[in-house]
């Protein structure tokens, strides 16, 4: 059975009851159904929305997606890969070993392709929740939110965009329908996304406008087609091991600047070298030119973006989009040009993740009403309030240098054990105490200060409407693991199912 056979028994979900209900079939869904698994738990089911497994990896494959971390890295440490492509592997390949490693730990028959969760409530009176979906309503004992926050595309609010008569779509919901040769194009963003795919439509279509906000710090990518010679070595397990212990050290390395901003003052050298290098025209390198310390916002790398920004087809408009008119698009620094297609790269829906809206705690209050704009979560993991209920990464999390796969490894770790121990102990409720999740959030808030994230003088997604940085983890990804992986049950309030005692 591969990962997209799913076992088809949507007739029979409605109704079904599980001890785990796993949202989402991303890195984080199909972790946790491996670690849930290994843990001895079998009877839950993964939810999954669209119609194949993979996450940011399925919905993002505009062209050059890829990685922005080391290939040895990005993978679950338990799951090797030695086969890859590139040192920075591309979409295709990334997504291709997501569903190879569900298929090879027996994830699939635990997999419902189009099923969307539409609302979760927990049941006070029969400790379980109730979760609405598409296919009907399951009943849990414990719910996995594992949705991420790269899912839901971000498009800002803009006047008259709903009127333009030309094709419109986000980097994450790439149109590869509508032919991009010979068109005039508007970019709108200049983050992660849009430094991979602009090169790539740059030589194709007639004219493209890229309308940057904020000038961007762009680092060589020291990326290379990886040969064979080097694939058949990484086969050995020791060489696998290796590469992945020098590249985790290199970007812990890395790491460093982020809590000292004056060494990533440094570091920024290279990418003012690189603009120097490959964008001659003072003007233009002026325009591309940030004012704030490198780190500040997401690392970018790339060694094309500078070069197709200098080409005669594009034009670089210094501002946002202020509006639409017609088949016009008016910036900010006033100019007007008439485009026949819009592409977005704005991003997604960081720290506003509308999973957030579809949660309700016994009182009928949303994880939102919680909230109030920035979020909060022990260890980014559990949440005061939402007994049996663990989110996978989620706030306070975020780092400038290492994998997504390392964070979400080490709350595996905490969130299976949890679970596991709640299931083996007849524990009834597992819930964060209040007060432990205040004091870790007000230690990392504390901590924030003197990193890059807060200090390096921009505005970026990591900050909430609020004004308050609610993404990132203010220590080493070493710390992240070692505190973020134990599982501490004088932690939570439990409570037993024989005679609702509190236990811890």
Known sequence: MTAQEAVPDETRLDGREYDVVVIGAGISGIGAAIRLRQSGITDFVVLEKADSIGGTWRANDYPGCACDVPSGLYSYSFAANPEWSRLFAEQPEIRDYI???????????????????????????????????????????????????????????????????????????????????GKRVAVVGTGASAVQFVPKIQPQVAQLHVYQRTAQWVLPKPDHHVPAVERAVMRMPFAQKALRGIEYAIMEALGLGFRNPWILRQVQRAGSAQLRLQVRDRRLRRVLTPDYTLGCKRLLLSNTYYPALTRPNVDVHDGAVTEIRGRTVVGADGTETEVDAIVFGTGFHILDMPIAGRVFDGDGRSLDDHWQGSPEAYLGS????????????????????????????????????????????????IEVRREVQDAFNAEVQAALGATVYNAGGCSSYFFDVNGRNSFNWPWSSEALRRRVSRFDPCAYDVTRDDDLERVS
Do not use: K
């Open 99 to 181: 569903q190879r490693t569900a298929a090879a730990h027996d994830v699939p028959r635990h997999l419902r392709f189009g099923v969307e969760l539409l609302r979760a409530d927990w049941d006070e009176s029969a400790a379980r929740w109730r979760l609405t979906t598409s296919a009907g309503v399951v009943t849990a004992r414990f719910t996995i939110a594992a949705a991420g926050p790269w899912s839901e595309p971000l498009i800002p609010e803009m006047p008259g965009l709903d009127t333009f008569p030309g094709e419109v779509f986000h980097s994450s919901r790439w149109n590869h329908d509508y032919d991009l040769v």
């Open 382 to 429: 559990a949440v005061a309030g939402f007994p049996n209920a663990f989110v996978l990464l989620g706030p306070s999390l975020g780092t400038g240098h290492t994998s997504a796969f390392h964070i979400l490894e080490a709350q595996l770790e905490h969130v299976t054990e949890a679970v596991a121990r709640a299931v083996c102990g007849r524990w009834r409720t």
